[in-house]
Nanobody, 126 residues
Framework: QVQLVESGGGLAQAGGSLRLSCALSGRIITNYAMGWFRQAPGEEREVVAAINWSGGYLYYTASVKGRFAISRDNAKNAVYLQMNSLKPEDAAVYYC???????????????????WGQGTQVTVSS
């Protein structure tokens, strides 16, 4: 059984940075493409960034390009989201997700993912 646990959320000022971590347990992370999603109150869950199993292929939603960076450390069974130049509109609950895949594909739609973490709150003060 795959379990995903996010950490690193919290309060940041606009223009500041946070680094989210997601630890995968129960399986080897190289079997999975990974994604970060976020959901603000009253909004639908949206993709933020995604990465294929090897880390060679990346995807970012337009609003975070140039500010956020997704990465993974397969030796640590972990994936990360570095968030820089935070804006108030980045505030949301951030979720880590895993999709069984060992090819070049990245996945940007929530329904494609097999496993989800519980989420971590990111708050950005203006």
């Amino acid at each position: 059984q795959v379990q995903l646990v996010e950490s690193g959320g919290g309060l940041a000022q606009a223009g500041g940075s946070l680094r989210l971590s997601c630890a995968l347990s129960g399986r080897i992370i190289t079997n999975y493409a990974m994604g970060w999603f976020r959901q603000a109150p009253g909004e639908e869950r949206e993709v933020v960034a995604a990465i294929n199993w090897s880390g060679g292929y990346l995807y970012y939603t337009a609003s975070v390009k140039g500010r956020f960076a997704i990465s993974r450390d397969n030796a640590k069974n972990a994936v990360y989201l570095q968030m820089n130049s935070l804006k108030p509109e980045d505030a949301a609950v951030y979720y880590c997700a895993a999709k069984r895949s060992q090819n070049a594909s990245v996945f940007s739609r929530a329904w494609e993912y097999d496993y989800w973490g519980q989420g971590t709150q990111v708050t950005v003060s203006s």
